[in-house]
């Protein structure tokens, strides 16, 4: 596919809507708007965008409904505005699936660094990784069909939970520390809010329950030890 890549903005304010919409536009996006999570629910059966701008506050659903709701039938990127500060909690400790938050007032530049830096990573040929397996005692994680399987359970992880884990993963045996974890999985090159990974690290622990292979490097970052288990080498 060529061309522009449209992007849906759900936003019930109108003032930051259009200027939402401006800064992308001028960043060569297509941009459509919508006020209420029905009219984005509507837009993305009719005509799916690259990517939504998702406002956790709207008038009829809830963001954070709205987003769950487009989990159920898309992996759409969505990246979700907040009002205040302590709502971040809420859309990643829900599980909605959302990829990412920005919390208002953002600056704009940074808005559109990161609809670059989520479509780049949603791209299908992103992962140099394809088909890649990692196995790691129960722990089985697959890059291509992005499936995580403890024994026969397969875990419902959320896009960003899933990148971390493979992440570090696919380092066994080092610290990775928190703004590096950031870098790789969600590709800001600027120290950005840490506070993002240790609330994917606490999802994917919850989910995983005793299969985590996380293990806090306190001070530092996360690691995952080099071998859990004395599997038989191949
Ligand atoms: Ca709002």
Known sequence: MTGQQSILVVEDEASIASFVALYLKNAGYAVRTVSTGQGALTQLASEPPALVILDLNLPDIDGVEVCRRIRKGSDVPILMLTARDEDVDKIIGLEVGADDYLTKPFNPRELVARVKTILRRAAPERRRDEGEEITHGDLVINAGKREVHVGDEEIQLAPKEFDLLWELLDHRGLVLTR??????????????????????????????????????VWGVGYKVASEKTSAPAA
């Open 179 to 216: 703004d590096q974890l950031l870098e790789r999985v969600w590709g800001y090159t600027f120290a950005g809010d840490t506070r993002t990974v240790d609330v994917h690290v606490r999802q994917v622990r919850r989910k995983l329950g005793d299969a985590s292979p996380i293990v806090t």
